[in-house]
């Protein structure tokens, strides 16, 4: 830990401004450092550079037009926004999903789990120092998944494949097949990331006693997700809340224990092998031919005047969708709860008091995506 | 250590295995037909006319309101001893690719399966010197349908996918 210089002069604060522009930010991200020497004394977050107002959008939008500007929003975990704003719908209209719609769904949003955690691994990696190697690594695995994704949907990140009611079409004939072989790479992947820093000496002194959060502060400051996770508190929205078939699969939440930037990165590679679990167990129990759509479908989709309240776990924690409708065929109100908007509120408490090296760490350790963030 | 030599052996290890890499612009890698780059009209081989009545379903759809269409009557049409059954065909139409966002709603929403996602690499190497430039007009998008460059894949919602 940071060891108090003995001054024997008053020595002036510097303010540092780091981003918008700085590759460390993840994005369009600015935060003032109050600098003593080489100690953050404080901490100030800019967001806002990515606002593109997606939320207002929607509301001139109907229901299905409204999913592509879901995507927008979290564009490395598509799929799982999607999944919230369609299931939404779903609630204020009363639309069954066939059975078979929802192991897609579920496969879907779990591999975009793995992708969007190997995302983080590889620009962890930049963070903490070890350049280039785990984030080209990272790319093995992601490729293997994006390609998926792309015979699935046609697009490689803004997917726009869920509908309300269930999905836009069918997926490929040979798509277990094609999961389980982008499973072999990914899992492949997950290995190489834990033998190449889990245990390496240099990433675990880089990492263990940085950017700690107690777990009473951490539910103050309304975190969720695996940086949640990592202070002990099992806090997971598939396991308290089970949707799509969560009640049907058996697996673990990874729960750490001190809450620092080594159990958060930990957490995360543990969470990518259950969820190699449950797609495999998915892939088991998905029935191979069935209705993806329900029968009768309007042309325009109406939804009963009301409000729901959607969360689902996304990569990042809980991404929900609180919609309010007055009827008709769009929205009157759509918020979006983004789960990085809050972990990235707990920053100033994880880095004050760190080096400026580790307050980037930090950073680095919430996995902010910052489209997320602004919306 | 002990973890420094296994991460080391992780990163030696790599050396055996196959190369992952695609030199992208040497290879084009074969995309699926699904895959979606930006909206093209599809050509009535039959008639010889394209399938577009100009009925502006699609550009009421459109979320980013980024299509135009104009309609007209068809000088084709069997009324006036032509040999199609269209009444109204599509007279001018323009696609600002600067602004479609891919979403396939205008492909769901036309009656007359006339507008597919482009699928070939032709659609996403469209860089441009000038945003101007990526306001495609009727000609252009029908070029590609017509010289049979496409694997016209047209989805309907729920349907099967093979
Ligand atoms: S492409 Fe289809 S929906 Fe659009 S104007 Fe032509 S016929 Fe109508
Ligand atoms: S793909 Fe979507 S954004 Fe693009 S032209 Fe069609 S409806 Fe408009």
């Known amino acids: 830990m940071v060891t108090e210089p003995a001054y024997e002069f008053e020595t002036q604060d510097i303010l540092l401004n780091v981003g918008?522009?700085?590759?460390?930010?993840?994005?369009?991200f600015r935060m003032v450092l109050s600098v003593d020497g080489e100690v953050v004394r404080d901490l100030v977050p800019h967001i806002g550079y990515l606002h593109r107002g997606a939320e207002k959008l929607c509301e001139t939008m109907d229901y299905r037009q409204g999913i592509g500007f879901m995507d927008r929003t979290e564009y490395l975990a598509a799929f799982n926004a999607e999944l919230s704003y369609v299931m939404a719908v779903e609630a204020l209209t009363d639309i069954e999903v066939p059975e078979r719609a929802q192991w897609i769904r579920m496969i879907l949003c779990e591999l975009n789990r793995l992708s969007s955690?190997?995302?983080?691994?590889?620009?962890?990696?930049?963070?903490?120092?070890?350049?280039a190697t785990p984030f080209i690594y990272a790319w093995i695995g992601r490729e293997a998944l994006i390609d998926?994704?792309?015979?699935?949907?046609?697009?490689?990140?803004?997917?726009?494949?869920?509908?309300?009611?269930?999905?836009?079409?069918?997926?490929?004939?040979?798509?277990?097949?094609?999961?389980?072989?982008?499973?072999?790479?990914?899992?492949?992947?997950?290995?190489?990331f834990d033998t190449m820093l889990t245990e390496n000496e240099i990433f675990v002194a880089?990492?263990?006693?940085?950017?700690?959060i107690s777990a009473a502060e951490a539910i103050d400051w309304g975190m969720s997700g695996?940086?949640?996770?990592?202070?002990?508190?099992?806090?997971?929205?598939r396991r308290d809340e089970p949707y799509l078939m969560y009640d049907q699969v058996e697996w673990d939440v990874i729960v750490g224990e001190n809450g620092d930037v080594y159990d958060r990165y930990y957490c995360r590679l543990l969470e990518m092998r259950e969820s190699v679990k449950i797609i495999r167990q998915c892939l088991e129990k998905m029935p191979d031919t069935g209705p993806i759509m329900p029968e009768k479908m309007p042309r325009m989709l109406r939804t009963a005047p009301g409000e729901v309240y959607v969360r689902t776990e996304a990569p990042r924690g809980e991404y929900g969708v609180y919609l309010v409708s007055k009827g008709g065929n769009r929205p009157h109100r759509l918020k979006v709860r983004s789960a990085c908007l809050a972990n990235l509120q707990a920053l100033r408490d994880m880095s004050v008091g760190q080096y400026v090296a580790d307050a980037i760490v930090v950073l680095g350790s919430i996995d902010i995506v910052l489209s997320e963030v602004d919306r | 250590m002990k973890g420094i030599a296994r991460s080391m052996l992780t990163t030696l290890s790599t050396f055996a295995r196959k190369p992952v890499t695609r030199n992208y612009p040497d290879y084009h890698r074969p995309l699926?037909?699904?895959?979606?780059?930006?909206?093209?009209?599809?050509?009535?081989?039959?008639?010889d006319e394209p399938f577009c009545t100009g009925c502006h379903a699609c550009e009421r759809a459109c979320p980013v309101e980024c299509m135009t269409v104009l309609m007209k009557d068809n000088p084709n049409h069997k009324s006036v001893g032509g040999t199609s059954s269209r009444r109204k065909i599509i007279d001018k139409f323009w696609v600002d690719y600067a602004r479609c966002m891919r979403c396939n709603i205008c492909?769901?929403?036309?009656?007359?399966?006339?507008?597919?996602m482009n699928n070939t690499w032709t659609g996403h190497e469209m860089s441009v010197y000038d945003r101007k430039d990526l306001?495609?007009?009727?000609?252009?998008?029908?070029?590609?349908s017509r010289a049979k460059e496409i694997d016209e894949w047209v989805p309907i919602i729920g349907q099967t996918n093979d």
Not at chain 1, 226 to 237: C, F, H, K, T
Not at chain 2, 32 to 47: K, S
């Open chain 1, 117 to 131: 955690h190997f995302m983080f691994m590889g620009a962890f990696g930049i963070d903490v120092g070890v350049f």
């Open chain 2, 135 to 144: 306001v495609v007009d009727l000609e252009q998008l029908l070029t590609q």
């Open chain 1, 226 to 237: 695996p940086s949640i996770r990592a202070s002990g508190v099992p806090l997971d929205v």
């Open chain 1, 206 to 212: 880089r990492t263990t006693g940085v950017g700690k």
């Open chain 1, 20 to 28: 918008p522009q700085h590759p460390s930010t993840h994005g369009v």
């Open chain 2, 107 to 116: 492909v769901e929403v036309c009656n007359f399966d006339a507008i597919a």
């Open chain 2, 32 to 47: 699926p037909r699904t895959d979606r780059a930006f909206p093209l009209l599809l050509w009535d081989h039959e008639i």
């Open chain 1, 148 to 192: 998926l994704f792309e015979e699935v949907s046609g697009d490689r990140m803004m997917f726009a494949y869920f509908r309300p009611g269930g999905l836009a079409w069918d997926v490929p004939r040979n798509f277990k097949q094609r999961v389980n072989e982008a499973l072999v790479v990914a899992e492949q992947g997950i290995k190489d």
